[in-house]
C-alpha cells in the first residue's frame, strides 16, 4: 500500500520537473525582467511598447527554455539575444504604420511619441532619449545593451559579434557623442555653474 506502481511514480514525477521547471523560469523572470526591459526602454520611444515587447521576449524564452544552454551564454545574454530579435520584429512589422495617413491630433500625437508626462513611469529623461536620437544605430545599440541591458563589454561582444576592443571603442565614442549633445541642450546658466 506504501509503494507507489512504476506509472503513478512517472506520472509523479514529471509534475516535480515541470514544477521545478516552472520555478525556475520565474526566478529567471525576476532575476532578469529589468535588464530586458531596460534594454528596450532605450531602445524605443513608447514605455507602453517597452513593456510589451518585455512580455514578449518571456514569452518566447519560456517556449525555447528546454533549448538555454548555459555553456554558450548566459541565461541575461540569451534573454536580451531574444529581447534584441523581438525588437528587429518590431520595427520590421512597425514599417506599414509609415504610411497611413493621419486622421485627427491625437494620432499626430501619438504618431510623434508625444504624451502627458506621467510621475510614476519608468524612462528615459526627454533630453537623454533626444541624445540618443542622435546618435547612430550601433551606438545606440551598444548604450542600450551596457546600461539598459546591463551587460559587460565581454558579453556585448558576444552578443552582437563585435569584438571586445570595438564595443569598448563603440561605447567610449558614443558616450563622448551623447555628453556633448546632452551639453548643447542644456540651458547656458547651468553650463556654467556645473
Same mark, same amino acid.
Request: proline residues 4%.
Given at each position: ?23 525556475? =523560469?520565474?526566478?529567471? $523572470? ?6 530586458? $526591459? ?6 524605443? %520611444?513608447? @514605455? ?8 514578449? #521576449? ?12 548555459? *555553456?554558450?551564454?548566459?541565461?541575461? #545574454? ?11 520584429? %518590431? $520595427?520590421?512589422?512597425? *514599417?506599414?504604420?509609415? %504610411?497611413?495617413? =493621419? ?21 528615459? &529623461? ?17 548604450? @542600450?545593451?551596457? =546600461? ?8 556585448? @561582444?558576444?552578443? #552582437? ?11 567610449? *565614442?558614443?558616450? *563622448? ?7 548643447? &541642450?542644456?540651458? @547656458? ?6
Amino acid at each position: 500500500m506504501g509503494q507507489r506502481s512504476p506509472r503513478r511514480a512517472r506520472r509523479h514525477g514529471r509534475g516535480f520537473e515541470r514544477e521545478s521547471r516552472a520555478s525556475r =523560469f520565474a526566478s529567471a $523572470y525576476d532575476e532578469h525582467v529589468w535588464q530586458v $526591459y531596460g534594454y528596450l526602454a532605450y531602445r524605443l %520611444h513608447s @514605455a507602453d511598447d517597452a513593456e510589451d515587447l518585455t512580455q514578449l #521576449t518571456f514569452e518566447r524564452a519560456l517556449k525555447a527554455w528546454d533549448r538555454f544552454d548555459a *555553456r554558450r551564454a548566459s541565461l541575461g #545574454t540569451w534573454l536580451l539575444a531574444i529581447a534584441r530579435n523581438a525588437l528587429v520584429d %518590431h $520595427y520590421r512589422r512597425d *514599417r506599414s504604420k509609415l %504610411h497611413e495617413p =493621419f486622421v485627427n491630433d491625437e494620432e499626430i500625437s501619438a504618431a510623434i511619441g508625444y504624451r502627458e508626462p506621467e510621475p510614476d513611469r519608468l524612462g528615459l &529623461s526627454p533630453d537623454l532619449a533626444a541624445g540618443l536620437e542622435r546618435l547612430g544605430d550601433r551606438e545606440r545599440e551598444v548604450i @542600450a545593451l551596457r =546600461f539598459g541591458g546591463d551587460l559587460t563589454g565581454p558579453e556585448i @561582444a558576444k552578443l #552582437t559579434g563585435l569584438s571586445l576592443a570595438n564595443v569598448q571603442q563603440l561605447l567610449s *565614442r558614443s558616450l *563622448r557623442r551623447l555628453r556633448a549633445e546632452l551639453e548643447k &541642450s542644456e540651458p @547656458a546658466e547651468v553650463r556654467v555653474r556645473a
